[in-house]
């Protein structure tokens, strides 16, 4: 069973900065990427930083030999702490996919913001 | 039990053996050219300490050319058993301490015709490493097209002491005759000196015994630099192997490569696994001289961590200072068959059928 929570206006989500919301008791990084909001759980699973307060990036894609192709700008959260790069839709760890950042549903409705938790 | 021993030195008395393999201006060199050691030292530039004691067993006494062999088989391959023998020379693996690379080449050709001519035919428990001077790897490429091609050689071998970390792409064209060739890459213990980097990451060490201690520091260097480097995506069957340089240290710099790769795999987008998985699959790592702790668990528990079941293969460094003889390898019991002998066979693919037979 999911609960809707207003988290915040639509308006202090940042491209590229995202907003850091606390609701029912859980720190939540909100994204806005360009095909809408994504929230994950302001804590890494690694070692429990808090991951969305990393920074917003891309990364070089798998490639089979010295080619270095920048891919994914603004997809990936990058924890603070050790840098483990995370896909901020899905929340996979990009080196071991069975390692996820906890992720929740957003919705909007006018210009209010709900997480559902 | 089936028993490989992938360290066996074959000693000469003298390099002038190599004068009949070799001709032109390089023979000039090699006959007159000014020499590191005495009269009949191979060429090479020296490291700065020796050992104090000499680096050959004391009961190892040849006088003729032809007792190397002969004190080998009787106090080593038929006192313990030894089924293969992988050749490892000795000397000729310092080539790469040259600054010439022609002569080098030339050195490195000139002993690996002699010991398919001389060394090989001399017992069925024989394969060889063809030895290569990897400061030109297009002449080493070469080389290995031209040797390799032998069926009882087994594999490629330089020194650990280099230029630069082996996965450089310097270095490719090296393992690209390999994967042609289907022989696995090996490194050996030695090569200081001349126009290698230190072996000794704070600068030069004092002693001979401390500074043998601390020499896998440069195999740590290749371990990384060969998995960074991507050299395994390129070449996935290559086995690499490495002689000599201890093991104890491995699970600590996988530990640490591993914690790096999931922290910064941005940098080499090449690789697809961690560089543990990389090292399991393609680096094997000889046993001589193995660690010895106080408390024999304690090294055990560290071969447990490197997967040394399937990761390790036995070798005697015969007939060195500090050889290790078969029956006085600390591994744990269930795993004596794989290391002593099994890991092997799946490394040195050329070894034949009748002899994997033997082994089941
Ligand atoms: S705590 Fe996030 S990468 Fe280590």
Redesign the pocket.
Known sequence: MTTRHFACKTADVLRDAPKIVSVSNLSIGIFSLNDGYHALLNI??????A?CE?PVCGTTRQTSDREFVYDRAGELVR??????EFDIRSGEFLVDPTVKARRFDVSVEGDDLYLHI | MFIVDCDCHNYWCSATVLEPYMDGVFKDMFVRGEKTGPRGAFPHGHRPWFHPEGFARHDVNPVEEDDNYTIMKEKHLDKYNIDVAILTGDEPIEASTLANPYYADALCRAYNDYLIDYWLPKDDRFWGSIVVAPQDPQLAAAEIRRAGGHPRVVQVLVSHGAARPYGDPFYHPIYEACAEMGLPFAMHLGGQGGINAAPIGAGPTTFFWETHAILPQTAMTHVASLIAQGVFEKWPALKVVIIECGVAWVPSVLWRLDANY??LRKETPWLKRLPSEYFKSNIRMSTQPLEQPQNIQHLWATLEAMDGENTLMFASDYPHWDYDDVTKLHIPPAWREKVLGLNALDVYSRLPQRVREAAE
Do not use: E
């Open positions: 890494c699973p690694h070692k429990g930083a991951l990393g924890c603070a702490w050790h840098g483990w | 999931k922290a």
